[in-house]
């Protein structure tokens, strides 16, 4: 939850941030660096970033050794190689993007994904949900290395509103390592690492109990 006096507000054309500091009000738009958006972030929630139900779920998945046996139709979302996206707008769903998080962390800010990922100073996160007509279906958490934002894949840190899939799978370089599947109580989810002209990032997803997996 964030503390009295921050609050999260949108105006037309741009989103926009609040927060009170000792009775002084912050406000920073989108436009503005991405490292000054996350620092502003921290500096009203006292925290990495702001936090969401949803994403404390993805964040608590534990996945499985050995691929679990999955009957249709688990095994069609989450061994899904296609665009999530794509997949959710082939059910007739107009799919937007809600932005939690996004902006560099360090390596301690990790979970287990840091053993997946190469030995770096900084990450850059991106925390999202993804809606299908308006409601929640899906949680998405990507984390990809500094050394992996070069090139074209620059375009990883100026997606906003923008389905991170509709840029992935656009790229005649992208590949997938493996997917992992997790549970967190009563929901699935998964972890793949993907490249990107050789270069990695760590994508997870928890779909929420209002999407067509369940």
Known sequence: MHPPGCTFFCTRGSLLHGCCVNDRILTFARHQPPILRYNAFTL?????GMSHPA???LRALRYFA????????LSDWLLLEDSMTQRFEQQGKQVTVTLVNEGYIGRDALTDEAAL???EPRYWLREIILNADGEPW???????PESTLCGPELALQQLGQTPLGRYLFTSSTLTRDFIEIGRDAALWGR???LRL???PL???ELFLPASPLY
């Open 117 to 119: 990922l190469p030995d």
């Open 191 to 193: 972890r793949s690492r």
């Open 66 to 73: 050995v691929m679990p046996s999955l009957p249709p139709p």
């Open 138 to 144: 899906l949680a998405g958490r990507t984390v990809a």
């Open 202 to 204: 760590l994508l997870t």
């Open 55 to 57: 994403l404390t779920r």
């Open 44 to 48: 009203c929630t006292g925290e990495s």
């Open 197 to 199: 002209s050789g270069k």
